[in-house]
């Protein structure tokens, strides 16, 4: 397969994962596509779900293997004319174009996520907010008891989520309730966020060689960390999650306020939140790059707060506009339901609840889960009042480095984590000017995420799945990541310099 030219080899590699993706994601079984007695037999026995698992994480290896490939070719594109580079930047756009059109028609992919998307979006057409109903208040009540046998619309919406509100903000939801006015058919909505999905990717594809302009970074090679990665492909494109329509918008927001001013930066910054509320953090830094260099604190005080009321009257004013409101404020501790393995802080605190249990102290079981969860969020906060204080002013650069951190430690300290979650980091991390161990630790995670993307909450409980997956993986992460010619490929691509031209100097 490594003769396969890299976009062939990645094109492979995606069909593989829809493929696969039709033999294990969760379909609702009223959908047409059960209606094959192949399919429907080849899901239904665990031996054929096991090789779906198996078929989907060697599709991901492929792509993660031409992923890698296409990186070393355009991280030398700076030793070579200006076309090269042109070329190397139209080379990763195609690629990411090829490798994401097979999942289009896909079933949302190592998550649930998108069917509730799909309902949240029918329950604000039918005059329900999303922000007061979970998705069972579309079952007739005598169905309740019988989902398998429910409006199509709730069939494959994870139980866990169908008496919960939605912490999404208004643009998703008021996008979901016009696609809901055409047609029910929850595939047919589900494709539609992921065009909505596949929105941020279009903005980050503009957004991403601009950011690299700033800092002196190789705009080909950042993009295609940003655009092409494993990562990308199974939990932005793949999984449709809103957290990539939310980085999408957080890095257009950065180019806006430096080529179209504060305000119009502070409107985009203001979408994002209007999706998911910590994209709002980028408004941080659309104050500290309009602003002169070294600005005193007066001026940075009056910046930040005009930002933020223009990112807020955009937040709100969608809320008003749309007739969904803000009930979304209530319902940002929806998430903080579950738990995920990936949260430092709530796996810390149940350490300790775990201890202390052990010992017959006789606390509250979640006491420590609760105190560190909640110190976490406090710790983000503090990092992000921080940054907006003492940060440098006017050098964008630093703007960048100054998303990439309050970002970090809103994925790092969240109560709950998700992988999708590190879609938030790629951009603002593969535009800085990294080191050679940090850019080689950024391809390593990029690879890792998106190849353990299938053993997230949708295999819960799924054992047999689970050491199949990670058995699978123990063979196919060192063969990408550890044999020779791979460390050599890893090893030149995070040891290329990019070589500014005449009149391509970073910009501050």
Known sequence: MSSLPPVARGLLGSLLVLVGGFLVATIPPSAPVLRSATLAAVRGAEAGRMVGLTVVLVG?????????????????????????????LGLV?????????????????FSRDGWSYAAQGMLARVGLSPYDHGPAALLPPV??????????????????WMDTSTPYGPLPLFF????????????????AHRCLALVGLGLLAWAVPRLASWTGANPALASAIVLASPLMLANGVGGLHN??????LMAAALVVAVERGWAWG???????AAVKLPGGLVCIAVALVTLPAAAALRPRLRRLAAVAAVALGTLFGLGAVTGLGHGWIQALTVPGEVETPLSITTMLGRLLDTIVAGLGLGTDPDTFRDLFRTLGVVASLAVAVGVALRWRTGDRGAAIGATALTAGAFVLLCPVVHLWYFLLLPPFLATLRLGRTATAALLVLSVVLGLVAPL?????????AIVTGCMTLAVLVPLILLTRPARESIDRISSSRWLVMPGQSPRR
């Not at 979901?176 to 494709?191: D, E, H, K, R, Y």
């Not at 957290?243 to 999408?248: A, S, T």
């Open 60 to 88: 991901l290896a492929l792509v993660a293997s031409a992923w890698l490939t296409i990186c070393r070719q355009v991280a030398t594109a700076g030793e070579r004319d200006p076309q090269s580079r042109a070329d190397a």
């Open 93 to 109: 756009r195609f690629a990411t174009v090829v490798w994401s059109a097979p999942l289009l028609l896909a079933p949302p992919l």
């Open 143 to 160: 169905w309740s008891l019988l989902p398998w046998q429910s409006e199509p619309i709730v069939q494959a919406v994870d139980p866990m």
């Open 176 to 191: 979901g309730s016009l696609v809901a006015g055409q047609t029910g058919n929850p595939w047919m909505l589900v494709i």
């Open 243 to 248: 957290d990539l329509l939310v980085v999408g």
């Open 266 to 272: 502070a409107v985009v910054g203001g979408l994002a």
């Open 456 to 464: 997230d909450s949708s295999l819960h409980g799924a054992y047999l």
